[in-house]
């Protein structure tokens, strides 16, 4: 807003320096509204503005889309650290984490669906932040930190979605069911809880997807305090299976129809 000079811009000359029209009472208003000392250190300072014009301005300026650029310019900025949650997961399923790990953890999720709401569950038992009834207890919400399925065990996560009798009983009977589509499965509290598939793993997509399922029909059944029962939980399977095939979009149709070709068969015969 200052010439070579030091001296306040015109309003007419700041329109053609910066090439944007501008309201003259806005201008007028914003001059008046800069500190008098402000103007008085302008005028004694005696240095030359060589560009009054930031240089990212100007190359903003010159792309016809900058928001790309911008987006990059802030991400670029951006400095990553570690999760204090990441840390308390890696302590407590004692696991060996390597540097693909945790892009896997969060990245999984929405590669195996499209449903917002069990991406948001799955980020929330990533970060830790799935109400429980421990967490619950603490903040003096509930009675009791004991495990709504089993009422017998202080309810964490951990417990919860791998370690509780009633969600291990589920998890075997998925097990021995997947089994019978032939795909073969190991009870890993990693795989389970967090959904990083080993990348090796077939029909990992599928895997991931069913065992996110059960762990947000888990989490539905404590709400109720009622016992998660297999047969419902196909149910659940076999709804999101005929959403996911009605999907407008004949290429990611033809994934999803290829993702549950596995178990289509036995979605489709409640006996199987």
Known sequence: MVDEQGKILSHRDFCITFDIDVNFLQYEATINAIPKAWLNTMKNAGEKVEDPMPSYFRQIRKINKPSKMVYQTLRDNITTTNLKSEGKWTQKLQLEVDEDFWQDVYTMPRICTKETRLITFQ????????????????????????????????????????????????????????????????????????????????????????????????????????????????????????????????????????????IHDNLIDPEA
């Open 123 to 262: 980020y929330k038992i990533a970060t830790r932040i799935l109400p429980t009834n421990k967490l619950l207890y603490k903040c003096k919400l509930k009675e009791t930190q004991l495990c709504s399925l089993c009422e017998i065990y202080t309810e964490t996560l951990e417990h919860l979605f791998f370690e509780c009798t009633v969600t291990r009983s589920m998890l075997l009977e998925l097990k021995d069911w997947l089994l019978r589509c032939r795909i073969r499965i190991d009870l890993d509290p990693a795989a389970i809880i967090l959904g990083r598939i080993p990348r090796d793993q077939e029909h990992r997509d599928l895997i991931s997807h069913i065992y996110l399922i059960m762990k947000y029909y888990i989490y539905c059944c404590k709400l109720k305090y009622t016992a998660p029962i297999f047969r419902q939980f196909q149910q659940k399977l076999r709804l999101c299976y005929t959403l996911e095939n009605m999907n407008q979009d004949p290429f990611q149709r033809r994934r999803n129809r290829d993702k549950w070709e596995p």
